[in-house]
């Protein structure tokens, strides 16, 4: 995968969660204006953690009995978790066999 693929997979990721209410679209920047890599991975990771401590919140809402939380609410907010949490897996996947691809090389 170039990288190009997976800035524009990033880009997507990045525009899908402020739509869903996420956290803010703009990623981290280095001092120097160009986006640290670690820091954009840090922040999607706590993107989606903070999602599932969101679902898990409301699941625990309703099971306790709360009437301000109906079930098609958790049942959606759980099912963004799980699809955050499945596409930052294929991203780690996908940059996990461009790292073995390189290694990989002969020089």
Do not use: W
Not at 29 to 56: E, L, R, W
Not at 73 to 89: C, N, P, S, W
């Amino acid at each position: 995968m170039s990288s190009v693929q997976i800035s524009q997979v990033l880009a997507e990721m990045r525009a899908l969660q402020a739509r869903i209410g996420g956290v803010p679209a703009e990623a981290p920047k280095a001092a120097a204006g160009v986006p640290d890599f670690a820091a954009m991975m840090k922040h999607s990771i706590d993107g989606v953690a903070s999602m599932q401590n969101h679902a898990d919140a409301l699941a625990s809402a309703y099971e306790s009995g709360d009437k301000s939380v109906d079930l098609a609410r958790v049942m959606i907010e759980v099912q963004k978790a799980g699809l955050a949490f499945r596409a930052m897996t294929e991203v780690r996947n996908k940059l996990i066999d461009a790292y073995n691809q390189v290694m990989n090389m002969s020089v």
